[in-house]
């Protein structure tokens, strides 16, 4: 054998041979170790029973998405002990999966959110609300460290590759709209007066959906101050008609809000009291009130906060509400009918906008109402109220007689209302406690 082709057998050699030891080291390599939200509860005996949960629902493999980000408040074992006792079972395995699922994924939400990133105020959880593409909310008391002041946050900030967890010392449950009230002491003056007026089981139902307008603890201050009055002092015959004019029988999340006016539960002469909404730039209520914070989502509803309370109104009091009707409230006032259309009543208003009303004022050749004198405008205005709270659907082909003992309406129904052949209604049925509205496009001139 020649040196040259030795020499050529032995880098084959070499050659084989440092292969063979690279295949060796890459077999050899350490995988990379997963440090998920479910390997550090894991890998924390305290967190055993919250693990257990997890897989019982599925969960876990959700919560160890190295793809995902959350924020998980996480129960010890002890609190999961002291669930298991207030709802009278053995084990997890007493409690139905989907609800134990739900209640674990009211302790996550979305995105990483440190201790540092945390604020007073609500949080969007993952878990389902009532209504399709809305999630429960959870209030987190910051001051206090509390969450829906039922569960106290005792550590924080354990990282994880795909998030954080906060420990907190009880399992938090998804809270009702009474729920809500309770949790949060901004609202503790409507959670007693809820309380006193017997509503809380209402507003408790799961069978039910509300929207609720509540008003927050200096709304009911402003309240008690201006009707020199405490809570103590009214009855529940007094406060369940207020309550209730703050709640709504739909889902109605402030993407939906549109201005105009919806019922409520609250009733007068057997109808639903009807609530102005303007909605602009931000939600106000009866022209005066004003949503501070929506979107609160209850198990059985939606609260949007808002800064004063709201009464039930008169007849009087739907035309003072709402800014076009400005005109009609100066003539009114003029004529001095307020006391009488506040009165007991019932009476059904044909209410002329401010742009009916400006019309008139063309056709007359004055400048407003106070060019008119008081006798003309007090019969113009009687002209315009029918006896009766009659709602759209009771109107008929025929004439009525109005507080104007000299002028009768001529109604037709065939399409839509028309009042003396062409005066429209063009807003119907606007409920209050003594009377129903008509919005109509032109004054009603004896």
């Known amino acids: 054998m020649s040196f040259k082709l030795l020499a050529i057998l032995l880098m ?13 080291d890459d077999n050899n390599v350490d995988p990379v170790e997963s440090n998920t939200i479910v390997d550090v509860a894991s890998s924390d005996d305290d967190f055993s029973i919250l693990v257990e949960a997890l897989i019982q629902t599925g969960l876990d493999d959700a919560l ?36 134990l699922s739900a209640v674990l994924l009211y302790h996550v939400l979305d995105g990483e959110a440190t201790s540092s990133a945390v604020t007073t105020g609500y949080y969007s959880t993952l878990s389902a609300g009532p209504a399709e593409g809305y999630t429960l909310s959870m209030y987190i008391d910051m001051e206090e460290t509390e969450i829906n002041s039922r569960a106290s946050i005792v550590d924080t900030d354990i990282m994880a590759d795909n998030g954080v967890i906060h420990v907190i010392d009880k399992v938090v449950l998804p809270l009702s ?4 009230a309770v949790a949060n002491e901004g609202f503790s003056s409507l959670a007693a007066a809820v309380t006193k007026a017997d509503l809380a089981g209402t507003l408790d139902s799961d069978e039910v959906t509300f929207t609720v307008f509540a008003p927050v603890n200096a709304a009911f201050d402003e309240l008690f101050s201006n009707l020199g009055v405490t ?20 889902f109605v999340p402030a993407a939906e809000v549109v201005s105009g006016y919806v019922p409520t539960l609250s009733q007068g002469q057997e109808q639903s009291l009807s609530l102005q909404i303007s909605a602009g730039d931000g939600v106000m209520l009866n022209g ?6 929506t979107d609160v989502v209850a198990t059985n509803g939606i609260i949007h906060a808002i800064d004063e309370v709201v009464l039930p109104p008169t007849v009087v009091d739907l035309a003072l509400d709402n800014s076009d ?53 007090t019969d113009v205005l009687l002209a315009h109220v029918v006896s009766g709270n009659v709602v759209s659907g009771d109107l008929s082909n025929g004439t009525v007689p109005t507080l ?33 509205v008509h919005v109509i496009d032109r004054v009603i001139v004896p």
């Open 404 to 436: 104007n003992s000299e002028k009768s309406l001529d109604i037709n129904v065939d399409n839509g209302v028309v009042i003396d052949g062409e005066i429209n209604v063009v807003l119907a049925d606007v409920q209050g406690t003594n009377g129903v």
């Open 12 to 24: 084959g050699v070499f050659v084989m041979a440092s292969c063979s030891e690279d295949d060796e």
């Open 177 to 180: 709209i009474t729920g809500h």
């Open 288 to 293: 005066s009130s004003n949503v501070v914070v």
């Open 231 to 250: 809570l103590d002092d009214l009855s529940a015959e007094d406060l369940s008609p207020i309550l209730l004019y703050h709640v709504v029988d739909a």
């Open 64 to 99: 160890a998405n190295e793809n995902a980000s959350y924020t998980v408040f996480a129960p010890t074992n002890a609190a999961f002990a002291s669930l298991l006792t207030e709802l009278g079972v053995e084990s997890l395995e007493d409690i139905p999966s989907e609800t």
């Open 325 to 377: 009707f400005s005109h009609l409230v100066e003539a009114i006032v003029k004529a001095e009918l307020v006391e009488t259309l506040n009165g007991e009543g019932p009476f059904t208003v044909f209410a002329p906008t401010d742009a009916a009303f400006e019309a008139l004022f063309d056709a007359l050749g004055v400048s407003g109402v106070d060019e008119i004198d008081v006798a003309t405008l």
